[in-house]
């Protein structure tokens, strides 16, 4: 109800909310004091959360940020949904995000943009910005968000949240809606690395439903929360420190670094020569994927119809015209031409090169170091409507995301304090399946 009441009252300054489903909320919360108080409640029964409006959920609108499925009441509830419904979680509704999470402001939202909470009039980034702004206004104490390019991480940052997005295979994609699917990952929320580390024992483990969902044991994240850093390697990507990246960024992500060094790890500055090569192999590859995932938004089956269709071409072409925003459009239309006959080769297969060299970076990086550390985005939050006619400008925010989701591995970012006044965020990237080690750095840093 405390929370309920919260966004009832704050919501319509941040605009971090689709949906929220009071009803099912309380009918949820009555069970989860009949699991208490029968001695059945898991570590996180009660506790309410958000969920990104990306996840099907079951007789609720999931609408994915688009006009396309406006309309659109899940009929089935995804794995990571169910898996918190089971262990007792507390619904309290959908959060705003960019149209098919194909953006970095959050500012693609059919349901308009969603607000910085730390200043209404700037973005908080993006595209799981709906879920980043809720927990950072206390509108949730959790939420869910995903991560295709580093739509955790640099909402995250940007809001003064913890943000994990796991190893590719770690947390199953079965009923969250596509954009990218080699490059798809669910994760946690939250306003520390330990409660990130308990929603993520929820959301991790194998599911028969996503063949790309890895049989590997999941432990107890919150298990070696409190090691010790002392002897930890900490590789420092010269190319991450360099031009581009905001002074007071810089001076900021610095400046948490050497805390961790304080607490006994050791710093080595190291080079990822393919740093600057992930722009635009993530800007071909992702929406090659996306314009095969979205083929199926044809106004037959789902989602909006256009009116009064002459034919069934008018019938495709007006739906999709209609249903689909500008950026969609744009991904579509990029991704089509970089699949198409004579053009494959030189683009989405080349892309897919440059892929395996960014991923062999990191394993040698790895041979080096334990963990590599780094700014996420190279700016705080911008004012609302800056970069809304300049794509390739937004394209450059996730110089120091991509990479990662390119190359499978597991990263979080952890708030680092303020640079010129707003929120910036230590990214700490780990080999895979090593999130534990990430949140345990995490957990110490805070
Ligand atoms: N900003 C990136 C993009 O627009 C990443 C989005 C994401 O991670 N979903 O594609």
Known sequence: THYLNRIKSLDDKTNAFITTTEEQALAQAKQADQLRSAGNASQLTGIPIAHKDIFCTEGVKTSCGSKMLDNFIAPYESTVTQKCNDAGLVMLGKTNMDEFAMGSTNESS???????????????????????????????????????????RQPASMCNITGLKPTYGRVSRWGMIAFASSLDQAGPMAQTAEDAAMLLNTMAGLDLKDSTSMDQPVEDYTAGLNNGLEGLK?????????????????????????????????????????????????????????????????????????????NLEDLYKRSRGEGFGDEVKRRIMIGAYALSAGYYDAYYKKAQQVRRLIKNDFANAFNEVDVIAGPTAPTTAFKLGEMTNDPVTMYLEDIFTLSVNLAGLPALTVPAGFADGMPTGLQLIGNYFQEAKLLNIGHKYQ
């Open 110 to 152: 059919f349901y308009g943009a969603c607000h910085n909470p730390w200043d209404l009039e700037k973005i908080p980034g993006g595209s799981s910005g709906g879920s980043a702004a809720a927990v950072a206004a206390r509108l949730a104490p959790i939420a869910t968000g995903t991560d295709t390019g580093g739509s955790i």
């Open 234 to 310: 900490i590789g420092l990507p010269k190319e991450y420190f360099a031009e581009g990246l905001n002074d007071s960024v810089k001076a900021a992500i610095e400046a948490s670094i050497k805390e961790l060094e304080k607490q006994g790890a050791i710093l080595k500055e190291i080079s990822l020569s393919t740093a600057n090569l992930s722009v635009p192999a993530y800007y071909v590859i992702a929406p090659a994927e996306a314009s095969a995932n979205l083929s199926r938004f044809d106004g037959v089956r789902y989602g909006y119809r256009c009116e009064d269709p002459e």
